[in-house]
């Protein structure tokens, strides 16, 4: 069974520093989703990642993915009270069937303080 | 245009009661899902269809019943409601492709269920 793991679960930070999340994930997949929550609010998606070695950057926020490693990070460069949100990591299976689920991290839930 | 919805956005009950969630996707996908995120924030896939066919159906409890009449539209019923069935659910449409993977995921805006 696919297991996600992501750390922190809880980030506060403040403005202007940088810091990174890190989404493990326990069996081989080639891609991976990060999404945003803000409270109340759906999931807006932030990165796909198809590859090993894909990187993406939106603003503040860079995405990578490490398929051998299992591994994605997202950065957050000089962050700002905007970025404050729940940020989900999730992973799909390595078929190509069309049983196609996402298994979701438990979210990391950053605070960025003034 | 909003391109998945979900109605009502809030769903406030008795135990026992019978309840519907309905979902529309106008993105022209084939495949749509339901999630279920409880208190935590815990996100876990309850159901999916693709072209109307139901293709993954997790452990979830008989009481919920999904049904897709075409590809555009998932509704979710939920028979003799429980305490423990608050949560928000939320549809996600995607479109399927032969790739090992398959697609990105765009999700509706949920629907705040609670069960008095």
């Known amino acids: 069974e696919l297991k996600v793991e992501q750390n922190p679960l809880f980030l506060s930070m403040q403005e202007g520093k940088n810091y990174t999340i890190y989404c493990n994930y326990s069996t081989t997949s080639d891609r991976l989703y990060w999404y945003r929550q803000d409270p109340g609010k759906s999931l807006e998606s932030l990165f796909v990642l198809l590859s090993n070695g894909a990187v993406k950057q939106e603003g503040r926020l860079m995405a990578s993915l490490d398929t051998k490693a299992r591994l994605s990070t997202l950065h957050i460069t000089a962050a700002v009270h905007d970025l404050s949100a729940t940020y989900f990591c999730?992973?799909?299976?390595?078929?190509?069937?069309?049983?196609?689920?996402?298994?979701f991290g438990k979210g990391t839930l950053l605070t960025v303080n003034p | 245009d909003t391109a998945v919805s979900q109605t009502p956005k809030y769903l406030v009950t008795q135990m026992g009661n019978d309840k519907s969630i309905k979902c529309e996707q106008n993105l022209g996908h084939d495949t749509m899902y339901w999630y279920k995120q409880d208190s935590k924030k815990f996100l876990k896939i309850m159901f999916s269809?693709?072209?109307?066919?139901?293709?993954i159906n997790e452990t979830v409890p008989n009481r919920f019943s999904p049904k897709s009449p075409d590809k555009a539209h998932l509704n979710l019923h939920i028979n003799s409601l429980e305490l423990g069935d608050s949560a928000v659910y939320f549809c996600?449409?995607?479109?399927?492709?032969?790739?090992?993977?398959?697609?990105?995921?765009?999700f509706g805006p949920g629907t705040r269920l609670t069960v008095l």
């Open positions: 996600a449409s995607s479109q399927y492709a032969r790739t090992s993977g398959g697609n990105e995921q765009f």
């Open positions: 269809y693709n072209n109307k066919e139901l293709i």
């Open positions: 999730a992973v799909p299976p390595n078929s190509g069937g069309s049983n196609y689920k996402l298994t």
